[in-house]
């Protein structure tokens, strides 16, 4: 039974990792119907700047709230100056603009910082905390708490502000918003800013875990994917509990089926998300739109 | 209908032309090389996920400018044309097709990754181009009856998996194993060595392997079912991100088995020290290069060259970074062999010689260890010593191993 | 979705039953043909005029093209995105390659088994697939490319695991005296042609409206008659079919296969090509192919320092300049120049 439980905890530590950087895909997807396929790795780049700061002595709870500022501002410029000019071009052309940024965050970070992985540290203990036999990473708790907090600012503001509402409203229909008098370019870019505010959030709960070299993100966005689709991309909540689905389904399906085990154990998480998607075609929370002939 | 006929005319001048340009072509002997000049060629991963290991083609030029800046061998420049593959075979097949019939290198080295170099094997071996001092731990480059323009370069990983095991053998009574690996090409050659040196007992004494992907974000998971498993020895074979994760992860649930870390993540600086020198402590590895984050080379006569080196040609480059190292020596042992061949740079003699290598030291391969090769004998470094962490270096202990003397 | 170049040259001719600019149409016809006679002259050609390594990258750019033209019959034609069409490519050079290593069977056949097990797979993953729209369909197939390679490392015995199979590249038959890429190049060339008089012929007539009238509005589609659930799933197939072949190609052509070939970047790699060589139009699988065999080779040529820097601001750029890809940009260019020689007409 132990090693059942320390599975699901050593499952839901993971699937905070995915989770975290799920809502920003769902974050970025409400706000500007797009998939940000940079996202990840815009959070990577932010966490490099945060890694700047904190070499330079910056205090840590000091450098987490400027990174958070310096990433939303870098959000809203990508989007004023690169995503703007295609703002009215087929959805797979802005899909392609957003490959060509993860390319190119990649390569720049990789220039600046070289590919060599660096230990980012935790603002949490180290000491794991044990309860019997189970053990948990500190960090694991606090990353998870953290994302939990996020999400809750996330729910509140799409739910209760007026800001919160244009957005939904601009990326739902921008020609009807426009007519109510919504800014909806402007929208956009702020949707851009708060992604990839919680990206990075994101990116410097993740580094503790997995270290931080260019190439972080590559497998996690995968997984966020994952999440987010078996959540649902129109729910920050199913973004949260699709990522902690996943982890833990990836860790038990590896554990007990056996002759899956480890070296199939991500085409079965996979399955289960087309399996997901069958049953539930726009994920478990996801809404269903309704397309008017 | 006209349009057809100028069609066809159109094919039968381009036929005519192109029976002229063949019987051109034939005339030159020695390949890529002039009085003042000789070309040789190199793949790299500068893109994609692999690109970790671009530095190593960055750090083979910048030793290449060295050459040149002092004069060149035998008063040839090398000219180093490297190309990036992006760790993919078909673009390897490209980029190598590019070095060796349009820019006509006289040989190739270093082409990094066993998939990329699978792919070009057959090809480089027909067109009778030195493939030297691969950039790769598979067994397979050693075979010079059937590819005997192909040779290796570092200690093979089935080589080093077998020294792991030899040791459980000789010295854990009541072992049992659990082993992590990447489930690929690397991976799965460390795993074959270690279970071959093992032999019958291999069954008994290996009670679970598991696996992991390199897209995977953390290994947990396995390194608790590992633990559960009641295994007492821990084969470790990851690459360095895993192996922070893997020594970190056991040590805080409180799994201490005799760990074997392989020598891909030996590195001090970048997988010891993040993952906690304390819970480093006890750690096995196998050693052929010096450690270069390890305190005890810090006056090292080799390593002091070698930083030097780096400041003033590749002053980029970090200096942590071991993949630096090994291209530092690399790159003199591709000078090494070009001066060795004298005034006689046909592709024949580079194979040749490249074979003929008696006893050459390197400044950063560990002391007693030296690159020997024969014509039946492909691979250059076969020697490696085991190494216990002692919460601050590796400290080597036992004999230097020879792969051959079984 | 508005209008694409595409649907415009479909317009244009006389059974598509929409009132249009006669000029236009009659300026296109010769001038076409004349294009395609000229392309195929050249390619036909070019074995005789470049080296080795050069028509091995215009042998690669064949089977990119055979590639994107299967994914745009999917995504361009029939608006279903696919993300996973390196799974296809990888199934394809795999049927392929095991065919000739394991079995000993000739490899002119493997091509043709590799394009049927892909259509049926493409059929089968299709048919469920049905239920999903727009992003919910791209991750679904996104999820097939990520479990495709460790499927192929998973079944070593016929595989080879991650070690891959190594194959040996064919000679030319019946006494040719081609060399061995010279043949190659002319298999490809051949069943290039082949396969895209097939999709012109299937896309320009009947099938191929009710196709995009899936696309631009399915429930419409319905109502006039068209069997929704059977065009998609059988596009489906016969989109994978496609890119099988050219994975099938792509194995001979190489002479190797390793599971990581065939990874999610293959995909994305996929799908920026027909976005890059024009979204719904068959020559813009031809304009993709050549972007992404040659643009990133010209990107390391520029910087070796971080040629992906390069690579992606190209990427960003062309989509700024030509926003409906390559072949848009090509048709613009063209109905510019075309309308105005025939206004300046009546002037005369």
């Known amino acids: 039974m132990d090693i059942f439980i320390q599975q699901v905890v050593s499952g839901l530590a993971t699937g905070g990792i995915y989770a975290s950087l799920a809502l920003a895909l769902v974050m970025i997807y409400q706000a500007t119907d797009v998939v940000n396929f940079a996202q990840g790795n815009m959070a990577m780049f932010s966490t490099y700047i945060a890694w700047s700061l904190l070499q330079a002595g910056v205090p840590y709870w000091v450098t987490f709230g400027a990174t958070v500022v310096i990433a939303f501002v870098g959000g809203l410029l990508i989007e004023r100056v690169v995503i703007r000019p295609v703002e009215g071009a087929p959805i797979l052309t802005i899909v392609i603009v957003t490959l060509g940024l993860l390319v190119i965050f990649t390569s720049v970070a990789g220039w600046i910082y070289s590919y060599i992985q660096k230990p980012f540290p935790s603002p949490f203990p180290s000491r794991p905390i044990k309860i019997g036999n189970i053990v948990f990473g500190a960090h694991d708790l606090g990353a998870i708490g953290i994302t939990l907090v996020v999400l809750l600012l996330l729910f509140l503001f799409f739910r209760y502000t007026t800001l919160g509402l244009a957005m939904r409203a601009a990326a739902q229909n921008p020609v009807s918003s426009r007519l109510c008098g919504i800014r909806v370019s402007w929208m956009l870019g702020l949707g851009w800013g708060l992604a990839a505010a919680f990206g990075a959030v994101a990116g410097m709960m993740v580094a503790p875990v997995v270290f931080l070299d260019p190439n972080m993100m590559g497998g996690i966005q995968i997984y966020a994917f994952a999440a987010a689709t078996v959540g649902g991309f129109t729910s920050p909540l199913g973004a949260v509990v699709g990522g902690f689905l996943v982890g833990v389904t990836e860790n038990l399906v590896g554990t007990y089926v056996s002759f899956i085990g480890t070296e199939l154990k991500l085409t079965v998480a996979l399955a289960m998300i087309i399996i997901v998607l069958l049953v539930r075609p726009s994920g478990l929370f996801g809404r269903t739109t309704v397309r008017r002939v | 209908m006209s349009l057809f006929t100028r069609f066809i005319a159109l094919l039968l001048v381009g036929g005519l032309a192109a029976l002229a340009g063949a019987g051109a072509a034939a005339a030159q002997t020695v390949v890529g090389v002039t009085a003042t000049e000789i070309k040789i060629g190199n793949t790299n991963p500068y893109s994609g996920p692999a690109s970790a290991y671009g530095t190593i083609g960055k750090a083979l030029g910048a030793y290449f400018k060295k050459v040149n800046d002092e004069g060149g061998i035998n008063g040839r420049k090398i000219n180093y044309i490297t190309y990036d593959d992006q760790y993919s075979p078909p673009k390897t097949v490209e980029m190598v097709r590019r070095l060796v019939e349009q820019d006509q290198v006289a040989f190739l080295f270093q082409t990094l990754g066993t998939p990329p170099n699978s792919a070009i094997h057959k090809y480089v071996n027909q067109q009778k181009v030195p493939h030297i001092f691969v950039a790769t731990g598979a067994t397979k480059w050693n075979d010079p009856k059937s590819f005997p323009w192909t040779m290796g370069y570092q200690p093979n990983y089935q080589t080093e998996g077998r020294i792991y095991a030899a040791y459980v053998l000789k010295n854990v009574p009541n072992a049992k194993v659990g082993i992590l690996y990447q489930n690929d090409d690397y991976g799965k050659d460390y795993l074959k060595g270690f279970e071959d040196g093992l032999g019958d007992a291999a069954k008994k004494l290996i009670v679970l392997k598991q696996s992991y992907e390199v897209t995977d974000p953390t290994i947990d998971s396995q390194i608790v079912n590992l633990k559960n498993s009641g295994a007492n020895v821990f084969f470790n074979v990851t690459i360095p991100k895993f192996a922070v994760q893997a020594i970190k992860k056991s040590n805080d649930i409180g799994w201490k088995p005799l760990h074997f870390l392989n020598n891909v993540s030996s590195s001090l600086g970048t997988v010891l020290k993040p993952a906690g020198l304390e819970a480093s402590r006890g750690l096995l590895t196998a050693l052929y290069m010096k450690e270069i984050t390890d305190p005890q080379w810090k006056n090292d006569k080799g390593f002091l060259e070698w930083v030097a080196f780096m400041k003033k040609y590749y002053p980029e480059g970090a200096l942590d970074d071991q993949a630096n190292a090994y291209a530092y020596n690399v790159a003199i042992l591709v000078a090494h062999t070009i001066k060795q061949c004298g005034n006689d740079l046909s592709r024949e003699n580079i194979i040749k010689q490249a074979a003929n290598l008696k006893n050459v030291e390197l400044p950063l391969l560990l002391p007693g260890i030296k690159v020997n090769t024969s014509p039946t004998d492909h691979a250059p470094i076969e020697q490696e010593q085991l190494a216990k962490f002692d919460g601050e270096k590796w400290a080597l202990f036992g004999e230097v191993l020879d792969a051959f003397r079984k | ?348």
């Open chain 3, 1 to 348: 979705m508005d209008s694409r170049p595409g649907e415009a040259t479909a317009a244009s001719r006389p059974e598509g039953g929409v009132a249009h600019p006669h000029a236009t149409a009659r300026a296109t016809r010769p001038v076409g043909v004349t294009t395609v006679l000229v392309i195929l002259t050249v390619a036909a050609a070019l074995p005789f005029f470049v080296s080795g390594f050069r028509l091995f990258q215009f042998t690669q750019v064949l089977i990119y093209a055979i590639a994107l033209l299967g994914l745009n019959m999917l995504t361009g034609y029939n608006g279903q995105f696919s993300l996973g069409h390196g799974a296809f490519y990888g199934i394809g050079a795999y049927t392929t390659a095991i065919m000739i290593d394991r079995w000993d069977i000739g490899y002119a056949w493997t091509i043709l088994a590799a394009g049927i097990v892909c259509l049926v797979v493409g059929f089968l993953f299709g048919r469920p697939a049905l239920r999903l729209e727009g992003l919910y369909l791209a991750l679904a197939t996104f999820s097939l490319a990520l479990a495709v390679p460790q499927i192929f490392k998973y079944f070593e015995h016929w595989t080879g695991g991650s070690q891959g199979i190594v194959l040996s590249k064919p000679k030319a038959p019946f006494g040719l005296r081609l060399t061995e890429d010279q043949w190659l190049y002319y298999l490809t060339l051949a069943v290039t042609i082949v396969l895209f008089v097939l999709a012109w012929n299937l896309l320009r007539g009947r099938v191929g409206r009710a196709i995009v009238a899936i696309r631009d509005n399915h429930i419409a589609a319905e109502a006039m008659g068209v069997n929704n659930a059977l065009y998609k799933s059988v596009v489906f197939g016969v989109s994978a079919a496609y890119t099988g072949i050219a994975g099938g190609l792509s194995a001979i052509a190489i002479a190797f296969v390793a599971p990581d070939t065939f990874d999610v970047f293959l995909s994305i790699t996929l799908l920026t090509g027909i976005v890059i060589g024009g979204f719904g139009t068959i020559s813009g699988a031809i304009y993709g192919a050549l972007f992404i065999q040659f643009v990133p080779t010209w990107a390391q040529d520029i910087s070796k320092a971080a040629p992906w820097a390069i690579f992606g601001a190209l990427l960003i750029l062309f989509m700024y300049v030509m926003p409906r890809g390559i072949a848009g940009f090509v048709h613009l260019v063209w109905i510019r120049l075309t309308t105005s020689a025939v206004s300046r007409e009546p002037g005369r």
